[in-house]
């Protein structure tokens, strides 16, 4: 099972707004709404952003949002902050061998 | 508070063994789905096992299948994932993490190191 395809990197400006896409298959991505996103900043574990697509857990800002097209979900962060400097990761089920599966992972840069 | 602390992680050789624990507490371990997940240096996330609340299911990447083996001792409140004939290219941080692929892994512990070298 291949990783999800993720652009390498996103950058964008304070206050703008920007959209990290996840491509896979009808296996996975495009199969099932479990699909998740997760932050990380360096050296840090891995924070979940999205659950199911669409969904924010308690405590995570709603400038955060998930949507899913076809085999593309995408993450879309607006009024960028500073903080919001980190690796961005989908993750989705897969009816493969390999259950779950992770995306290659994107860098998002606050300009 | 969700806390997952994980140990065991360290040098080993190449086609050694080494088990990692990880414990659980500020949650009813044995309600949940529990997961192992690496990330090697400089590289991105990569799920390796689940094992189900009761611990009767199992499921493991390709890349670790019939080397790693998951369990869980829910008395204990604590996970495990016993790592056998380990190669240079295990060399990851391995976290443990509450949750699965259906319901979302929605808490990380903060990791250890497992280094695999001569």
């Known amino acids: 099972q291949s990783a999800l395809t993720q652009p390498a990197s996103v950058s964008g400006s304070p206050g703008q707004t920007i959209t990290i896409s996840c491509t896979g298959t009808s296996s996975d991505v495009g199969g099932y709404n479990y699909v998740f996103w997760f932050q990380q900043h360096p050296g840090k574990a891995p924070k979940l952003m999205i659950y199911?697509?669409?969904n924010r857990p308690s405590g995570v800002s709603n400038r955060f949002s998930g949507s899913k097209s076809g085999n593309t979900a995408s993450l879309t962060i607006s009024g960028l902050q500073a903080e919001d400097e980190a690796d961005y990761y989908c993750s989705s089920y897969t009816s493969s061998s390999t259950p779950y599966v992770f995306g290659t992972g994107t860098k998002v840069t606050v300009l | 508070e969700v806390q997952l602390l994980e140990s065991g992680g360290g040098l080993v050789q190449p086609g050694g063994s080494l088990r990692l624990s990880c414990a659980a507490s500020g949650f009813p371990l044995r309600s949940y789905a529990m997961s192992w997940v690496r990330q090697a240096p400089g590289k991105g996330l990569e799920w390796l096992s689940t094992i189900s609340g009761s611990g009767g299911s199992t499921w493991y990447a390709d890349s670790v299948k019939g080397r790693f083996t998951i369990s869980r001792d829910n008395s204990k409140n604590t996970l495990y994932l016993q790592m056998n004939s380990l190669r240079a290219e295990d060399t990851a941080v391995y976290y443990c993490a509450k949750g699965d692929f259906w319901s979302g892994i929605d808490y990380w512990g903060q990791g250890t190191l497992v280094t695999v070298s001569s």
């Open positions: 199911e697509v669409s």
